[in-house]
């Protein structure tokens, strides 16, 4: 129903910023909540951020408060990750995923291939 496409991933250094950037085609996204994930090597997938359809309501992982700001451009079928202050620590492949319910995003069915963010100290 909707394919997702990540991109804006690179390399940093410690303290630096990014703008991770999720497009979709096929469906209209504000069908969809949508999130983010990461999963470093060796490492489970952790969550990072989800916003609602309309970008009324957003979450955070604990890691990322006060650093990471998702948001949302409906008309150009795009949902960004603004990253600042930058860890080693956030070091992963990145992955946006969408589902119709807020809830089910860690189950979702439509992922995107994922971007590498490298942050060196």
């Known amino acids: 129903q909707v394919q997702l496409a990540e991109s804006g991933g690179g390399l940093v250094q410690a303290g630096g910023s990014l703008r991770l950037s999720c497009a979709a085609s096929?469906?209209?996204?504000?069908?969809?909540?949508v999130g983010w994930f990461r999963q470093a090597p060796g490492k489970e997938r952790e969550y990072v951020a989800q916003?609602?359809?309309?970008?009324?309501?957003?979450s955070y992982a604990n890691s990322v408060k006060g650093r990471f700001t998702i948001s949302r451009d409906n008309d150009r079928n795009t949902v960004f990750l603004q990253m600042n202050s930058l860890k080693p620590e956030d070091t992963a492949v990145y992955y946006c995923?969408?589902?119709?319910?807020?809830?089910?995003?860690?189950?979702?069915?439509?992922w995107g291939q994922g971007t590498q963010v490298t942050v060196s100290s």
């Open positions: 096929g469906r209209t996204l504000s069908s969809y909540a």
């Open positions: 995923a969408a589902d119709p319910s807020w809830n089910n995003l860690p189950r979702a069915n439509y």
């Open positions: 916003i609602s359809r309309y970008g009324m309501t957003t």
